[in-house]
């Protein structure tokens, strides 16, 4: 985890208010991770597990969430071993808070199978 102090998050980063702001499906999907050793590993994961994936596939995320981000986000990191980092930044203007973290991918994950997007 790093801070920023004077860098902002990226534009496309994804503030998420309710479940619906993110991508939906929930049926099993399989992914491909491509460990820092450049071996593969494929999980398995369904609903929300699912859901926070398929979002920080498509763009970084606000970490603050009423949904509950961060939940998801240590079962990915810890039991799926999904490389998530977060980066730190100073002075949110959109909720006045002075500091805030954004959720990114730190390696390859891609869906290999399963539903819609």
């Known amino acids: 985890m790093s801070s920023k102090p004077t860098d902002k998050p990226p534009a496309n980063a994804l503030r998420v208010e309710r479940w619906s702001d993110m991508p939906t499906g ?33 763009q970084p ?20 071993g999904v490389p998530i980092t977060k980066e730190m930044y100073d002075n949110d203007t ?3 808070r002075a500091r805030f973290g954004v959720y990114f991918l730190a390696g390859k994950v891609r869906r290999i199978f399963g539903g819609v997007k």
Do not use: M
Request: overall charge positive.
């Open 61 to 80: 995320l606000y970490c603050a969430s009423p949904v509950r981000i961060s939940d998801r986000v240590c079962i990915l990191r810890h039991d799926y």
């Open 94 to 96: 959109a909720t006045d």
């Open 26 to 58: 929930t049926a099993p999907a399989r992914y491909e991770i491509i460990g820092e050793d450049g071996k593969a590993k494929t999980i398995t994961l369904t609903k929300g597990n699912r859901i926070i994936l398929d979002a920080l596939i498509k």
